[in-house]
């Protein structure tokens, strides 16, 4: 009942920047979180930042400085900038929704299918 599309993937240098966008969509009454997980080859999913309903942002540590999480409420939009990439960057980016839904109460939590930042050295 929610989609999530993710665009601004691709490849960079190391040291470039690219910037990624997550709309969702569907009978979203309200959202409370928004945020961003990757996933690199052999490893597990880990949180890369998230960002309130308050405007609250949480970053992982090896983004700190370099990342920027924001949203756009009116537009259920959230943005990550990523400035500094580094070669480790690499990895599948997924965006992660978690809100309410119109005549729920009921926490839904949803995922975009992921857009692929690849960094070269």
């Known amino acids: 009942q929610v989609q999530l599309v993710e665009s601004g993937g691709g490849l960079v240098q190391a040291g470039g920047s690219l910037r990624l966008s997550c709309v969702a969509s569907g009978r979203i009454r309200s959202i409370m979180v928004m945020g961003w997980y990757r996933q690199a080859p052999g490893k597990e999913r880990e949180l890369v930042a998230t960002i309130t309903n308050g405007g609250n942002t949480n970053y992982a540590d090896s983004v700190k400085g370099r990342f920027t999480v924001s949203r756009d409420s009116a537009k259920n939009t959230v943005l990550l900038q990523m400035n500094s990439l580094k070669p480790e960057d690499t990895a599948v980016y997924c965006c992660?929704?978690?809100?309410?839904?119109?005549?729920?109460?009921?926490?839904?939590?949803?995922w975009g299918q992921g857009t692929q930042v690849t960094v070269s050295s």
């Open positions: 992660n929704v978690n809100g309410y839904l119109i005549g729920s109460f009921s926490l839904f939590r949803s």
